[in-house]
């Protein structure tokens, strides 16, 4: 059995609690403005700009042509430096090597990754390739 003055507490808690929601929804009572808070204000114009900017024109490049055969052709394997991909190309590598007796495949790392271009690289893969196979990570 609760003490008589644990019960007046909790008696006067809630109480408290109930005349304090009570107010919270009572929709009769306007509220009073004084005179500063009933002259309207004048509209403020607020001037928002795009961050986004315009982007620069994308240049479309159509796909290579695919080979008509694979016989006889020289494919590059480049890695761009994404970790792991190094081990699965070289495994892509070996796999194709069994597949494939009459292709060529090297397999080149391209340094800096995807952002970079390594045009030692693709002058050499515009000489001797007749296909590249790339990596991009993600």
């Known amino acids: 059995m609760m003490r008589p003055i644990t019960a007046a507490v909790v008696a006067l808690i809630c109480l408290g609690f109930f005349c304090a929601c009570s107010d919270v929804e009572d929709k009769g009572r306007v509220p ?29 490049k159509p796909m290579a042509p695919r080979l008509d055969r694979m016989e006889g052709k020289t494919i ?3 890695n761009d430096g994404y970790p792991g991909s190094g081990i699965l190309l070289k495994e892509l590598e070996k796999v194709l090597n069994k597949t494939y007796t009459d ?20 002058e050499e893969m515009e000489e001797k390739a007749d296909a590249m196979i790339i990596a991009l990570g993600h």
Do not use: C, H, S
């Open 32 to 60: 009073v403005m004084d005179d500063q808070a009933q002259a309207a204000p004048a509209e403020e114009v607020i001037t928002v700009l795009n961050p986004l900017g315009t982007p620069p024109p994308v240049k479309l």
């Open 103 to 122: 292709t060529t495949f090297v397999y080149r790392d391209k340094p800096g990754g995807m952002g970079r271009t390594d045009e030692a690289l693709w």
């Open 76 to 78: 590059y394997i480049v």
